[in-house]
T-cell receptor
Framework: EAQVTQNPRYLITVTGKKLTVTCSQNMNHEYMSWYRQDPGLGLRQIYYSMNVEVTDKGDVPEGYKVSRKEKRNFPLILESPSPNQTSLYFC????????????FGPGTRLTVT | AQKVTQAQTEISVVEKEDVTLDCVYETRDTTYYLFWYKQPPSGELVFLIR??????QNEISGRYSWNFQKSTSSFNFTITASQVVDSAVYFC???????????FGGGTRLMVKP
């Protein structure tokens, strides 16, 4: 089944404790991206990657890191999480060309206390 | 820069009513793509439709229809004879052809009461 998976789905952590949210897709998509969803703000793009070893900042990259060492994986790293990073996070992927429809993962709800 | 505005933050209707969700976008690009996504209470994001800037033909899919008007930079979504299962948050989004990012509106929460 074609899908984007994220782990963990739920995470409660404390300020300053490094964490990684994994994202994997099995559709051989070139493009992958991370979004955060906050009430009233919709989804805002954090980082995206156009292919292996090619990443770029989105609208809200501060406090986040990403890497793209393999085509299928695109982990999101919070080196020192803060309470303002409490949010719902989505990973997405799509082919580089075509319809530009993005396939979203199930979401990761992160709480930073 | 691109911008998408969904002015209606919440709409409440009674089942079988028709409801229109508004989406207004801003871009200087002439080639772009508009999307609607649905987020049911379970939280996942479900793709509904994509529309190209050069195709202003309206589209109907069952009870759903979309009205794209470049003259007013709007891409509105109408649900006919709403059902409780339509209760969700709906997002409008924009991607310009020359760009790599997808810009979302703030979303409209639709509540359909029995």
């Amino acid at each position: 089944e074609a899908q984007v998976t994220q782990n963990p789905r739920y995470l409660i952590t404390v300020t300053g404790k490094k964490l990684t949210v994994t994202c994997s897709q099995n559709m051989n998509h070139e493009y992958m991206s991370w979004y955060r969803q906050d009430p009233g703000l919709g989804l805002r793009q954090i980082y995206y990657s156009m292919n292996v070893e090619v990443t770029d900042k989105g609208d809200v990259p501060e406090g986040y890191k990403v890497s793209r060492k393999e085509k299928r994986n695109f982990p999101l790293i919070l080196e020192s999480p803060s309470p303002n990073q409490t949010s719902l996070y989505f990973c997405a992927s799509r082919p580089w060309t075509g319809t530009y429809e993005q396939y979203f993962g199930p979401g990761t709800r992160l709480t930073v206390t | 820069a691109q911008k998408v505005t969904q002015a209606q933050t919440e709409i409440s209707v009674v089942e079988k009513e028709d409801v229109t969700l508004d989406c207004v976008y801003e871009t200087r690009d002439t080639t772009y793509y508009l999307f609607w996504y649905k987020q049911p209470p379970s939280g996942e994001l479900v793709f509904l439709i994509r529309r190209n800037s050069f195709d202003e033909q309206n589209e109907i899919s069952g009870r759903y229809s979309w009205n794209f008007q470049k003259s007013t930079s709007s891409f509105n979504f109408t649900i006919t004879a709403s059902q409780v299962v339509d209760s969700a948050v709906y997002f409008c989004a924009l991607k310009v052809h020359a760009g790599n990012m997808l810009t979302f509106g703030g979303g409209t929460r639709l509540m359909v009461k029995p």
